[in-house]
């Protein structure tokens, strides 16, 4: 826990080139949609739809890892979030999304990921709400983590990274 920098950005999650990974919010299909799915699967090239056909369809909750193609990032790890007040408990499916995606990075040793704010766009989640679990959960799995050591979470708007912020510094950390 002591080594793990949880940091709070306002960008577009398919423009940052120095992390490892990044996190789609993506659909049960793994296919191109709008938003983050949108955004990521336009910068990656059709390889990643390729790619993703043989591992969907994902369940809430889960993360899969494929390659990055055209994004400046090698990995993608695509989670399902809950859609809300329709697939429940959301909560503890919204935190197994952080969970997941994190362990899998652990996995293959990878020292750095970037989050979007899952499930808040099209899905529907209260973005305070969101913002707790995603901070609660990313600390709660810091101590089973052995390479990650950078998380950063982006933020579309400077509503939503001021709620990120708010919820990273009640929580006991800064950035
Ligand atoms: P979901 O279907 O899980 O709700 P969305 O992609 O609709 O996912 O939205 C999730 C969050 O990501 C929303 O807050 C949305 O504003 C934000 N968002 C949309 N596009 C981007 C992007 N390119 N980079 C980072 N965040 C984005």
């Known amino acids: 826990m002591a080594d793990l920098t949880i940091e709070c950005v306002q960008g577009d999650i398919a423009s940052q ?3 490892e990974s990044i996190v789609n919010a993506a659909n049960a ?14 910068a990656a090239g059709p390889e990643l739809a390729r790619e993703c056909e043989s591992l969907a369809p994902i369940a809430p909750g889960q993360a899969v890892i494929t ?15 809950p859609v809300y007040g329709v697939d429940e408990p959301s909560a503890e499916l919204l935190g197994n999304c952080y969970r997941n995606a994190l362990m899998l990075a652990d996995q293959k040793g990878l020292t750095s990921i970037a989050f979007p704010a899952i499930s808040t766009g099209v899905f529907g989640y209260p973005v305070e709400e969101a913002a707790r679990i995603a901070v609660a959960t990313i600390q709660s799995t810091a101590r089973e983590l052995t390479s990650v050591r950078r998380v950063r979470l982006v933020l579309f708007s400077d509503h939503d990274l001021t709620v990120f912020r708010n919820a990273l510094n009640a929580g006991g950390n800064s950035g």
Request: charged share 5%; with cysteine.
């Open 17 to 19: 080139p120095d992390m």
């Open 29 to 42: 299909r793994l296919m191109p949609g709008s938003g983050v799915a949108g955004a990521i699967h336009s």
């Open 67 to 81: 390659g990055g193609y055209g994004l400046p990032n090698p990995y993608v790890i695509h989670c399902l979030g």
